[in-house]
């Protein structure tokens, strides 16, 4: 009999979620042995945020050459060299990868093993021979591409996320299936980089979002380029190598669609399989691993995380469950996962940053609700850079309640942090009036849109009669 290793804490998936347990465990002391069954950093570092914001800037880069007409420059032609991009995507997951390392958590004092994992019972895994019982274990196997059953797909050779960055040559004609977030970057970025590129999907672009921000995207994808079929099926994929051709049905009839390259961006699924979660009395459903509001599946000792547990994911919000399993595992302290202060960023140019409801979302809760709303082109820096598209959205209640912010525009992500530090703290719209905010800067929207919540009151008579009084004072 193999012998069995015995420690606190057996994280399963070194992805984000997963080194975070791990690295808080070990800081602390507390015994932790990390299992990986392939590349330290999980798919954000190896194939998915990392490489993708990479091949994204370089299409930004792109764009700007494009564009420096605007600012008094030559026209320039652009030729994309994609080995030497895919090179700059490779040296940027180089740079991040000893960060996430087997020598750097080992140095930390964790044990990482290196297999795949599976559950025999309750309180014991499988790698290989060895076995591992502990105290607490931490599922953090993240998630895999969603492949849809769409007839002749499976036989004709098609991208994920999984596999896009490898490529050393642009694709010539790129066709994307699916409009969420990651088709939408990856069909701009590819578009930016000379590749004609087509996205089919059965919905509308970004359908998640405010509608507004969406339609400002989808313009701005068109722009560049993309050619859309929404409302539209794939009703079946021939082809060989880079002779592909999709049969679509949409609303204007029947066409087909030719490409040298399939990307299929239809979402994502839990990893789950030849976990022996049964084994271990874990319950699944078709969403991932059913967990209470403390992160712990139907096996008291297991914890899972992350997009093991479902949508929707994010890498933070597998952070975000980190931080709870360290408090509830370690500590003993009462936690409770919520995803309604959860912020989400699409990545594309402009970018669409979200936090708290939608529009729809809170005009459905009654009478009351306002929404306030500034164009960046009213903001002098965006003016200046000319990236006046896009505007900020403020959803609040009569009292002033912050319920929800969409931003639609250049650097948007990076402007609603602000708003999800005044969310999470119950902060009301009016906090936001009294920042100093540095002049010129895109966050100066923020207190545009804010002040703008002030307006009514300062025209309601009551005040203005106190003016006029106060007037005869000097």
């Known amino acids: 009999m193999p012998e069995i290793l015995t420690t606190d804490i057996c994280v399963i998936g070194a992805g984000s979620g997963g080194l975070s347990v791990a690295a808080a465990a070990a800081l602390m002391r507390v015994p932790v042995i990390l299992i990986e069954r392939n590349r330290m950093g999980g798919e954000c570092l190896n194939t998915g945020c990392v490489p993708s914001k990479a091949l ?8 700007a050459m494009r564009d420096a007409v605007a600012f008094g420059f030559s026209p320039v032609e652009i030729k994309p060299a994609f080995n030497r991009i895919n090179a700059h995507i490779r040296s940027v997951i180089a740079a991040i990868a000893p960060i996430d390392s087997a020598e750097r958590f080992q140095a930390l004092g ?15 895994v499988q790698v290989g021979e060895q076995l591992v019982r502990a105290r607490r274990f931490v599922v953090a196997t993240g998630s895999a591409p969603a492949i849809p059953p769409i007839p002749g797909l499976r036989d004709v050779p098609f991208l994920t996320n999984e596999s896009l960055f490898g490529l050393a040559r642009r694709p010539q004609r790129l066709l994307v299936i699916g409009a969420g977030p990651v088709g939408m970057e990856m069909a701009q970025a590819h578009a930016r980089l000379g590749s004609e590129v087509v996205a089919v999907s059965q919905g509308p672009v970004l359908e998640r979002e405010d509608a507004e921000a969406a339609r400002l995207i989808r313009l701005a994808l068109e722009r560049d380029g993309v050619i859309f079929r929404t409302g539209a099926v794939i009703e079946r994929i021939d082809g060989a190598g880079e002779k592909l051709q999709a ?16 990307l299929v961006a239809a979402g994502r699924m839990p990893v789950t399989d030849g976990l022996g979660l049964d084994k271990a009395g874990i319950a699944v459903t078709q969403a991932g691993i059913a ?20 949508p929707p994911q994010f890498t933070h919000r597998a952070n975000y469950h980190a931080g709870l399993v360290i408090r509830n595992g370690l500590f003993r302290l009462p936690v409770r996962a919520t995803d309604a202060l959860l912020p989400r960023v699409t990545f594309t140019d402009p970018e669409i940053a979200a936090i708290g409801l939608s529009e729809s979302e809170a005009f459905a809760m009654g009478p009351g609700v306002r929404a306030l ?23 609040v209640d009569r009292k002033g309640r912050i319920l929800g912010v969409t931003i639609a525009g250049h650097n948007a992500g990076e402007l609603l942090t602000p708003w999800t530090l005044a969310m999470a703290h119950g902060l009301k719209i009016g906090a936001m009036t009294g920042i100093t905010f540095p002049y010129p800067t895109y966050s100066e929207v923020s207190k545009r849109v804010a002040t703008a919540y002030l307006l009514p009151q300062l025209q ?6 106190l003016l006029r009084f106060l007037r005869f004072f000097g």
């Open 56 to 63: 994204i800037a370089a299409g930004k880069h792109a764009a």
């Open 373 to 395: 709303r500034w164009p960046f082109a009213e903001n002098d820096r965006a003016q200046a850079e000319r990236r006046t598209e896009g505007f900020i959205k403020v959803m």
């Open 291 to 310: 967990v209470n509001a403390r992160m712990k599946t139907s096996n008291r000792r297991v914890y899972a995380i992350g997009d093991a547990v479902g």
């Open 247 to 262: 049969v679509v049905s949409g609303p204007a009839g029947r066409e087909t669609i030719e490409a040298t390259h399939i």
């Open 110 to 124: 964790a044990q990482v093993i290196e297999g795949e994992a599976r559950f025999i019972d309750k309180r014991t």
């Open 460 to 465: 309601r008579p009551a005040l203005q009669r």
